[in-house]
């Protein structure tokens, strides 16, 4: 069943969010690349078991707000069933390269999610 897999914070101040989410969850942060102000969180459950992973990055728009992803198997097929349940597609289908596909949604109430499908391994 899909579930969150990833959520994205937007900061203001990455340098101030990073800290305050590391001392009150224990959150800990990572750099994946250095030209990008990005942050990849891992997180952990109650138990000590891995939780879904996160991001924190530069706040984009004013009215930007935390995202959560919803991992699906297609993206096309989710984008298809959230039209038609009268839901509708902000931002199409989107590869983000080495990793998988995004793309942003909003239910009936208005809310806005994300869908992501990992990107396939070939060896």
């Not at 924190?56 to 995202?67: E, N, P, S, T, V």
Request: glycine share 12%; hydrophobic share 30%; with cysteine.
């Amino acid at each position: 069943m899909p579930t969150i897999v990833h959520f994205d914070i937007p900061a203001d101040d990455s340098e101030r969010a990073k800290n305050f989410y590391s001392r009150l969850f224990g959150w800990k942060f990572e750099k994946p690349l250095e030209t990008m102000d990005y942050y990849l969180i891992e997180t952990e459950g109650l138990k000590g078991e891995s939780g879904p992973g996160g991001g924190l990055g530069k706040r984009q728009g004013a009215d930007q707000r935390i995202m959560n992803y919803i991992g699906v198997p297609s993206v096309d097929d989710y984008l298809e069933k959230v039209e038609k349940l009268g839901g509708r597609v902000l931002m199409p289908k989107t590869s983000v390269s080495g990793w998988g596909y995004l793309a942003i949604c909003m239910d009936t109430e208005s809310n806005t999610f994300g869908l992501w499908q990992d990107e396939e391994k070939t060896e």
